[in-house]
Nanobody
Framework: QVQLVESGGGLVQPGGSLRLSCAVS????????MGWYRQAPGKQRELVAQ???????YYVDSVKGRFTISRDNAKNTVYLQMNSLKPEDTAVYYC????????????WGQGTQVTVSS
């Protein structure tokens, strides 16, 4: 059974940094795209950053230059380094992984709260 376990959220002051991690475990044939979504209260879930198997990167405009996504294929783990955090970054952050176990499909992490406040 595939599991995604997230860690690294918390409370930070504006201008601070956090690093999110998402470790994938289970019977997996291949992992394709890995990414992070976020959902703020009253807003739709949005894709924040994504990294493909080939290393192609996507960032939503609002985080460009502040967030960095990376992956460790040996550990089946994806990271999101978040610097210069702003109050508008406050949200629940979800890891999303496209992988193949019995089928090629998406899996989601449980979500981790990030709160940026003084």
């Amino acid at each position: 059974q595939v599991q995604l376990v997230e860690s690294g959220g918390g409370l930070v002051q504006p201008g601070g940094s956090l690093r999110l991690s998402c470790a994938v475990s289970g019977s997996i044939f291949s992992i394709y795209a890995m990414g992070w979504y976020r959902q703020a209260p009253g807003k739709q879930r949005e894709l924040v950053a994504q990294i493909t198997t080939g290393g192609s990167l996507y960032y939503v405009d609002s985080v460009k230059g502040r967030f960095t996504i990376s992956r460790d294929n040996a550990k089946n783990t994806v990271y999101l380094q978040m610097n210069s955090l702003k109050p508008e970054d406050t949200a629940v952050y979800y890891c999303n992984v496209e992988l193949e176990d019995l089928l090629r499909r998406d899996y989601w992490g449980q979500g981790t709260q990030v709160t940026v406040s003084s």
